[in-house]
């Protein structure tokens, strides 16, 4: 094997242009650039997330590298997200390493993104398995259950909107920016959790977030009716409810699903995991069933290329590498 091995990750799939450089599975540097022209659209449109990343990512992949400190002649493979996503924006990503491994003549690593974000839980820690691995984004909310870093079983994801979405929709109805989730996250702080809005009970490990938007759709429209500013006298209560509904919505399964398959180790992944309350929860019910709580820093936890790179990394252990004519995938399932 070649020794040092060099990785680099790009990550397109969204909103976030995203490129990393690993060596022998550290992180050398991890960069990003986050759209933020979608928020005054209130989410992403996608055309306008496909110019921005062409716009970014040559100077990005320079400042990785840079940042990195290795010239681009070093690298010994690339790796890049597949999907799913967001088709426009994938193909950025997919167009640009395919020309530079070319360039380079070095092999191409195409990579699952649900994979890379189960993946950035071993960035900078090791596990015990068996391991759960929640899964909870603004596209995705999956419950993975893993006997080893290779063997994955999907116990059950959500059957409408993802986590990340019901924040971001609850928070819209609230005239939050989007996307949401951060700053429910640090209104609530300041708030109490006094208005109860229902958690759906779906059979098994699976989700749905859906009726809560309804619910808080519908709760909004009768209080503004009784007191017009309902919204902006309550706003840090509505915040801590509907964080606390999501969150008690995922720990509910997560606990079951951990105490069912009597797992060692749990992870959280995605840009829900940075939520503080979700942390907090768990550290508690982690501490009370002496789980080993896996989460990743917040650079981690977001949509990023060292994920994409250390999913790279392990895969070219296995010499799994990919034809240069393979395209982009909306959909992709993980197993
Ligand atoms: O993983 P990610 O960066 O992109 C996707 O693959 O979707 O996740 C973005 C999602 C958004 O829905 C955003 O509102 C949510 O993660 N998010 C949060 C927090 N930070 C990001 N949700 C709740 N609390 C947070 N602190
Ligand atoms: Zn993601």
Redesign the pocket.
């Given at each position: 094997m070649i020794q040092p091995i060099y990785i680099l990750g790009i990550e397109s799939?969204?909103?976030?242009t995203s490129v990393s450089v690993v060596k022998d599975g550290k992180v050398l540097s991890n960069l990003t650039i986050s759209q933020w022209i979608h928020k005054k659209y209130g989410g992403v449109v996608p055309e306008a997330a496909s110019r921005l990343h062409v716009e970014s990512i040559v100077s990005l992949t320079e400042d990785a590298l840079s940042a990195s400190g290795i010239d681009k002649y070093k690298l010994t493979a690339i790796a890049v997200t597949k999907g799913p996503?967001l088709i426009g924006s994938l193909l950025v990503g997919i167009t640009f390493a395919k020309s530079l491994s070319l360039s380079l003549q070095i092999p191409l690593i195409e990579v699952n993104?649900l994979m890379a974000?189960i993946n950035s839980l071993f960035i900078e820690e090791s596990a015990e398995f068996p391991l759960l691995c929640m899964t909870?984004?603004?596209?995705?909310t999956q419950l993975v259950y893993m006997k080893s870093n290779t063997e994955l079983e999907i116990l059950g994801q959500t059957i409408d909107d993802?986590?990340?979405?019901a924040?971001?929709k609850t928070?819209k109805l609230l005239g939050l920016p989007?996307?949401?989730?951060?700053e429910?996250?640090?209104r609530a702080k300041n708030g109490s959790t006094r208005f109860k809005f229902p958690i759906a009970q779906v059979p098994g490990f699976n989700f749905s977030f859906s009726g809560l938007k309804t619910s808080v759709l519908y709760f909004l429209r009768d209080s503004i009716r009784k007191e017009p500013d309902f919204i902006e006298n309550n706003l840090n209560d509505l915040c801590a409810s509907i964080?606390d509904n999501?969150v008690e919505a995922l720990l509910q399964k997560l606990k079951a699903a951990a105490l069912k398959y009597e797992v060692r180790s749990i992870g959280i992944?995605?840009?829900?995991s940075?939520?503080?309350?979700?942390r907090e929860k768990l550290l508690t019910l982690s501490e009370l069933y002496s789980w080993k709580l896996l989460i990743p820093r917040l650079s981690y936890?977001?949509?990023n290329g060292a994920m994409i790179a250390m999913s790279g990394y392990f895969k070219f252990l296995k010499s799994e590498f990919t034809q240069d004519d393979f395209m982009p995938l909306a959909r992709y399932p993980l197993t």
């Open positions: 799939s969204c909103d976030d996503g993104h974000h909870v984004s603004g596209g995705h993802a986590a990340g979405e924040f971001d928070g989007y996307p949401a989730g951060p429910m996250d640090k964080q999501i992944a995605g840009g829900v940075a939520n503080s309350h979700f936890c977001t949509d």
